[in-house]
């Protein structure tokens, strides 16, 4: 079966995945789970959301403060009645090892909503300095009536970055970049003359990417790639983590935010993300929010948290413990991964594409790198899903272990807790491996650098291993020779290695490792190494 991998801008025609630049590389932490709130918008309701996931077991790596935190929208001052002491959260979360992203959007205010102040106390020096667009006369959007800056003029852009300066301090790690620009016309006014909306668009995003990554490398703005809210908005090589944006929470918000997000891919945006449970009208039901978190955790990252319902649907024990179960395990497994989609992003900066690949519109499904595939569940029930794998590689099934030939037909009913995954065969996948929770290695691996192997003949990979939380990297090359038993790994860098092969035969030693173990149930070998030029002989 051929698999539908282009798209257009309104339907199902023709998309050129060309760009002209390659995208920048996420900081590795920026793959791992975030959560957020849009109930209380508070700096109790911030604290007892993440202490809720923490407590549970349920890794949270940053935290959103979403509108409205200032005292008016987008004058960077914070409004203390709901967040009376911003440093001491700020030194909470560190505390607790959660970063924490700001929401803003580009305009600065005379009348608001939801905010102490109606005007914002820039407003009169943006209107006489005539930093914003269309000769920073105000106009209606959907948080009050203001200027949206002008940020072609480098003077408005430089006069940003000082308001900016005011929060970006320790403990915050960028900034969730929303729309304001869509709501003041088709065309606008700006220092360049005429152009059109989606023309503007970049300059916005742009503006907030440089300023974060210069004054933090691990910083990142959190995006949209591609929304059904208007188009294409950041530029695909200063976006470093995309949020397609507003999705219902139930079966149709589902399919909507996969083809935002497989147009996004196609776009060539490396890392596109999922909206766990949607933002708003329709909440999620028990089924739907697995299925969500299911899908979420084979994108760049599981974003969780809106209004509809963050403290309620949005939040997995309040589904039972099956589901608080099932999303553990889903974080956990994404967080397992973030090696190899570091990897694989770091691939697409340096020759284009992006974390998710041969996306079929029509079967929702898609390939995490080259060796990770999986399909969504966006309907109810306990009927067959009914899908094709990719035309090239033979698939393992991550559940039962069986073998599938390329474009073989699946049709299988999934009970709750699981969902089509299936790895390729040769596949070397870097991981950061804590426990057994997934049932990949166990928590001795804790502190070295794994890989997940499915032999295949002759595998060999060349990945780009993460360097701290960052966006620093080196390179390692990994290969196995199955005929011969010969297992080598060769880097610039000496560290403590494991590697997990699975479906091997029996096996009655490893010449040269620090430690191995074999699983004749499981048909696993479970190897230890150290070094950075390892070869390792397996009979």
């Known amino acids: 079966m051929k698999r539908i991998v282009i798209a257009s801008l309104f339907g199902l ?21 975030i959560v957020w709130e849009d109930s209380l918008n508070t700096e109790t309701g911030a604290k007892k959301l993440v202490d809720g996931y923490l407590s549970r077991g349920i890794p949270v790596e940053a935290t959103i403060i979403d509108s409205p935190w200032s005292t008016a929208y987008n004058d960077f001052n914070w409004d203390k009645a709901r967040y009376p002491d911003p440093e001491g959260m700020l030194s909470y979360f560190k505390r607790k090892g959660v970063k924490v992203i700001l929401w803003l959007t580009g305009v600065v205010n005379q009348k608001g909503k939801d905010t102490p102040l109606q005007q914002c106390e ?18 209606e959007w959907w948080k009050g009536y203001g200027i949206h800056i002008d940020f072609t003029n480098p003077k408005a852009v430089e006069w940003w970055h000082t308001q900016l300066d005011k929060v970006f301090v320790d403990g915050v790690y960028g900034w969730k970049v929303d729309q304001g620009e869509f709501w003041f ?20 995003y742009d503006a907030m990417y440089d300023y974060t990554t210069a004054r933090n490398p691990e910083g990142i703005i959190i995006a949209r790639p591609y929304s059904h809210q208007g188009g294409y908005s950041a530029s695909p090589d200063k976006m470093n983590l995309g949020w397609c944006g507003d999705f219902s929470g139930d079966w149709s918000g589902l399919k909507l935010q996969i083809d935002n997000i497989y147009r996004s891919a196609l776009r060539g945006y490396a890392s596109p993300a999922c909206e766990v449970a949607g933002f708003f009208m329709r909440r999620a039901g028990k089924e739907e929010f697995v299925r969500y978190a299911q899908f979420g955790c084979m994108t760049a990252a599981m974003i969780n948290g809106g209004e509809n319902g963050a403290f309620t649907n949005h939040l997995p024990w309040f589904h039972g413990q099956d589901v608080e179960d099932i999303y553990r395990f889903c974080v956990v497994l994404h967080d397992e991964l973030v090696p190899y989609l570091f990897s694989t992003v770091v691939d697409a900066h340096l020759h284009g594409g992006s974390l998710l690949k041969n996306v079929s519109f029509s079967e929702e499904s898609h390939q995490v790198g080259d060796y990770i ?22 698939w393992i099934d991550f559940w039962t272990g069986d073998s599938f030939a390329p474009d073989t037909r699946i049709s299988r009913r999934y009970p709750l807790d699981e969902f089509p995954l299936f790895i390729r065969k040769g596949a070397i996948i870097p991981m950061d491996i804590r426990s057994g929770a997934t049932g990949i290695g166990c928590e001795k691996l804790e502190g070295c650098r794994s890989f997940l192997i499915c032999p295949n003949g002759l595998s060999a990979r060349t990945l780009h291993l993460p360097q701290g939380d960052g966006t620093e990297y080196y390179d390692c090359t990994v290969s196995f020779d199955e005929a011969k038993g010969e297992l ?40 230890v190494a150290e070094g950075k030029d390892i070869s390792l002989q397996i009979d």
């Open 488 to 527: 080598r790994l060769k880097s610039d860098r000496s560290s403590r290695y494991a590697f997990i092969l699975r479906n091997m035969p029996a096996v009655s030693s490893v010449k040269d490792a620090a430690d191995w173990q074999y699983d004749a149930e499981r048909k696993e070998l479970l190897i």
């Open 122 to 139: 820039a407003y009169d020096y943006v209107r006489s300095n005539k930093l914003g667009i269309n000769g920073s006369e105000p106009h």
């Open 185 to 204: 016309g088709d065309y606008l006014q700006t220092s360049k003359g005429t152009m059109s909306n989606a023309e503007f668009r970049p300059y916005y």
């Open 13 to 33: 025609g023709m998309l050129t995945a060309v760009h002209a630049q390659t995208p920048p590389i996420t900081p590795a932490w920026a793959f791992r789970h």
């Open 373 to 394: 595939f999986t399909k969504a569940i966006t309907s109810a029930g306990s009927g067959p899903v009914v899908f094709h794998l990719p035309s090239e590689g033979t």
